[in-house]
Nanobody
Framework: QVQLVESGGGLVQAGGSLRLSCAAS????????MGWYRQAPGKQRELVAR???????NYADSVKGRFTISRDNAKNTVSLQMSSLKPEDTAVYYC????????????????WGQGTQVTVSS
C-alpha cells in the first residue's frame, strides 16, 4: 500500500506565506517525479510545481518567483513553500507522485493525496 498525505494548509492573508508538506509512505520502491496541483471551485485541476528525482523543477507561470518546491528523497517528502500569497491562490492543493511499489518494481503508478485547503483572504 502506498499513501500520500498532505499537511500545512490553512487560512492566510494576502501577502502571507504557507508551507505545504506531503509524505509518501507504504511499500515504496522508488519515487520518480513529485508535484503539487491545485483546484479552485469551478476550475480544472492545474499543475503548480513539479520536481524530478534529481531536483529539476518546473513551475506554473502564475506562481513562479513566489513558490518553491523541494523534496527530501531520504524522507520521501515533497514540500511547497508559498510566499506572497494572493487570493487567486485559493484552492485545494493536491500532492502527486509517480511511484514504483516494492511489489511491482518495474511499473510506476500515479498517486494523489487527499488534498489540503489553502484560502487566501484579501
Amino acid at each position: 500500500q502506498v499513501q500520500l498525505v498532505e499537511s500545512g494548509g490553512g487560512l492566510v492573508q494576502a501577502g502571507g506565506s504557507l508551507r505545504l508538506s506531503c509524505a509518501a509512505s507504504g511499500s515504496i520502491f522508488s519515487i520518480n517525479d513529485m508535484g503539487w496541483y491545485r483546484q479552485a471551485p469551478g476550475k480544472q485541476r492545474e499543475l503548480v510545481a513539479r520536481i524530478t528525482s534529481g531536483g529539476n523543477t518546473n513551475y506554473a507561470d502564475s506562481v513562479k518567483g513566489r513558490f518553491t518546491i523541494s523534496r527530501d528523497n531520504a524522507k520521501n517528502t515533497v514540500s511547497l513553500q508559498m510566499s506572497s500569497l494572493k487570493p487567486e491562490d485559493t484552492a485545494v492543493y493536491y500532492c502527486n507522485a509517480v511511484i514504483s511499489s516494492i511489489q511491482n518494481r518495474v511499473y510506476t503508478s500515479n498517486y494523489w493525496g487527499q488534498g489540503t485547503q489553502v484560502t487566501v483572504s484579501s
